[in-house]
């Protein structure tokens, strides 16, 4: 059988193309002009070199030598600095050169840069293997393969010297019998044997060609029921294991990857610009096309916007220039792009999800025994919290509302009064919360984000898009009973404008919950799409209206519709369109209907990233979902930002806080 790599297009994927009426000796003219006496024309250099493809600027350099008997290279060194020279000088060396240049810079000196080693040699061509290992010996007149086996050990050494011989199977050819045996072998070199088998993983991952490589991980899931890369997680360590998991991810889809390493080059405090600057230049003539495109559907932000805002001046303009155009602005949605934003939609509506919480009932439980030892924990001097700890997280709601009766008939006391004279801080907070009905704790976070100077919009939003009709009921019955006004007159008072008639639209618990009925979500989906072409209030008025009220698989067919009418993804319209608040609260709805799972660890996750810690999000998020589908989340978690909800939490929390909070998660990934 045959299979198409993951990843690839037909036609030419990269951004800078050979220039049309190409002379070498009139550009080796403009850049000897531009460089000529004090200063140097930046934005000329700029504009000439990288609108030429690699083998026309080898071309520019030759004449260059010829016309004015100097090196360019070495008049660009003397003229620019810092990372925009780096960047200029890495476009003026052949591909095969600049890898070589990259991997003797990673591996000289103190230390070895072990990512740079892992991305070049886990997402090259054998051609590319073999044209800069030849690079390698020609500059350095040294052997790369003697070079990186003398900088390094282990396995991770022999993955490498294997990627360096460039002899990876290329056929597209499959077979059904060699996938099945190689994913058997896989499964019980690593699940089935007590350590690990690490020369099959080595030898099969090493050597397939990326089409056999996929179906066998297909075919592992099948026989494990868990992907490759987990198992690799489960089995391997250190620098090995990185280079593993860039070779599964490569056979999977390269410029995915790539998208990856750029995000995550530029994501945080500053930027990894040898990384950025790299795959920049690498890949702007194979499939820079391809990678802004995996950004975009991976990141929900354009390449370009990136780069846009984390860069700055002429190395900026230089970078933006490679990467082409802006797939944030209106007309630059790729129709590839709109073709994965329709196949997202798809997968969300055909999806049959089972949601699964962290907490569950206690199939022991004893109201009475937990009664007598959470009085035990807070009597007398000092409190045992880890009694608290050990009882109250791992107890159902329902459970704690037992509890809660129990200590009062049984011992006359409130517990809720108990806790919060008994303990103190962050875990008060997370234990008052955990003894409270559903209901009566998202009513306490609403009240709490519109009480006292301020509003804090993004815990009103987070609440009320994400809730169903019945839940919102519930709340709404609990914040009567608690501060005898109703939620939506506070809600009316607190906000204003478009914003407060979404916030008013939600809060009735209305949406259909029937199926999609096609024919009416073809009319809304046009009716979304004239009233882009209306006034901004008209067309406001439209989007609260459909997307407050149509149930979720309704929608879902939609936004389908809406990708046919217009290429365009319904989320990135509304950036485009609205502002505000407002934007915010449609874009949660989108983002809960797409993948309710994924909404929540994207919150879980920027309440722990950088510095400092947003308690109240953190707390909120785990006691509310705990019960529901917290175990959901942990798994989008993992697949997000590759790295566990719970060793997130375990480093960025600590103590008897810590404690409840990794009792809530239920687990290390």
């Not at 999977?252 to 930027?271: C, D, H, Q």
């Not at 942990?634 to 997130?648: G, N, Q």
């Amino acid at each position: 059988m045959s299979a198409a790599v993951k990843g690839s297009r037909a036609g030419y994927r990269g951004i800078v193309k050979d220039t049309q009426n190409f002379v070498a000796n009139q550009d080796a003219e403009v850049l000897y002009n531009a460089m000529k006496g004090i200063g140097s024309d930046k934005e000329t250099i700029i504009d000439l070199l990288t609108s030429r493809s690699n083998k026309q600027r080898q071309q520019v350099y030759v004449s260059y030598k010829t016309l004015f008997g100097r090196d360019l290279i070495d008049d660009l060194k003397y003229e620019l600095t810092g990372k925009f020279e780096r960047l200029i000088i890495g476009l003026m060396k052949p591909p095969a050169v600049y890898d070589a240049k990259e991997l003797k810079d990673a591996i000289e000196g103190l230390g070895t840069d072990e990512n740079c080693v892992i991305e070049i040699l886990a997402s090259r061509s054998n051609k590319q293997i073999h044209e800069l290992t030849e690079a390698y010996k020609e500059v350095y007149e040294s052997d790369l393969e003697a070079d990186v086996v003398g900088d390094t050990s282990g396995h991770f050494k022999k993955m490498l010297v294997v990627l360096l011989q460039g002899t990876r199977e290329e056929d597209d050819v499959v077979s059904d019998d060699l996938v099945a045996q190689d994913a058997k072998e896989l499964y019980e070199a690593g699940e089935l044997q007590w350590g690990t088998e690490e020369s099959a993983f080595i030898s099969i991952l090493g050597n397939r060609s990326h089409c056999h490589l996929q179906l066998v991980f297909e075919e592992y899931r099948n026989i494990s029921g868990s992907e490759i890369e987990e198992s690799l997680r489960d089995e391997l360590s250190g620098d090995f294991q990185k280079l593993m998991l860039a070779v599964v991810r490569c056979a999977r889809n390269i410029p995915e990857y790539l998208a990856s390493r750029l995000f995550k080059a530029m994501k945080g405090v500053g930027t990894r610009d040898n990384t950025l600057i790299r795959i920049m230049v690498s890949r702007s003539e194979v499939d820079m096309l391809d990678i802004r495109e995996e950004f975009r559907k991976k990141y929900e932000k354009s390449l370009h916007s990136m780069i846009r805002s984390d860069t700055s001046g002429v190395y900026k303009r230089a970078l933006l220039r490679l990467c082409g155009g802006d797939d944030d602005v209106a007309g630059e949605f790729f129709p590839e792009a709109a073709q994965v934003a329709y196949q997202i939609w798809e997968l969300s509506a055909t999806a049959r999800v089972e949601l699964r919480g962290t907490v569950r009932p206690a199939a022991d439980f004893n109201v009475e025994a937990d009664t007598k030892a959470l009085r035990k924990a807070m009597k007398g001097l000092g409190t045992d919290e880890e009694t608290l700890i050990n009882i109250i997280p791992y107890r159902s709601n329902a459970q704690r509302q037992q509890l809660r009766k129990q200590f009062k008939s049984q011992l006359g006391r409130d517990l809720m009064a108990d806790l919060k004279s008994e303990v103190g801080g962050n875990l008060q907070r997370v234990l008052l919360g955990l003894m409270m009905t559903p209901a009566h704790y998202d009513a306490k976070q609403l009240q709490k984000a519109m009480k006292g100077a301020g509003t804090d919009e993004r815990v009103l939003i987070e609440i009320l898009t994400t809730r169903t009709n019945q839940e919102i009921k519930d709340i709404k019955e609990a914040y009567q009973e608690v501060y005898h006004t109703s939620l939506e007159d506070d809600l009316g008072s607190d906000t204003s404008g478009h914003f407060k008639r979404l916030l008013i639209c939600l809060v009735q618990g209305n949406r259909e919950e029937q199926d999609a009925d096609l024919a009416r979500a073809m009319e809304d989906a046009k009716e979304l799409c004239t009233s882009s072409d209306e006034e901004s209030c008209s067309m406001e008025s439209k989007f609260i209206s459909i997307l407050c009220t149509r149930s979720y698989p309704h929608l879902r067919r939609v936004f389908q519709d809406y990708i046919k009418l217009t290429n365009k993804d319904i989320e990135q319209v509304i950036k485009n369109e609205m502002s505000g608040d407002l934007l915010f609260g449609l874009i949660a709805i989108v983002r809960s209907i797409k993948n309710k799972a994924s909404f929540f660890a994207e919150r879980l996750y920027k309440s722990m990233k950088g510095a400092g810690t947003d308690d109240r999000t953190l707390t909120r998020i785990l006691l509310s979902r705990s019960e529901i589908d917290l175990m959901n989340v942990r798994h989008e978690f993992k697949e997000m930002y590759e790295a566990s909800l719970y060793s997130f939490i375990e480093g960025d929390t600590s103590g008897d806080y810590g404690k409840v909070l990794l009792a809530l998660c239920g687990g290390e990934d």
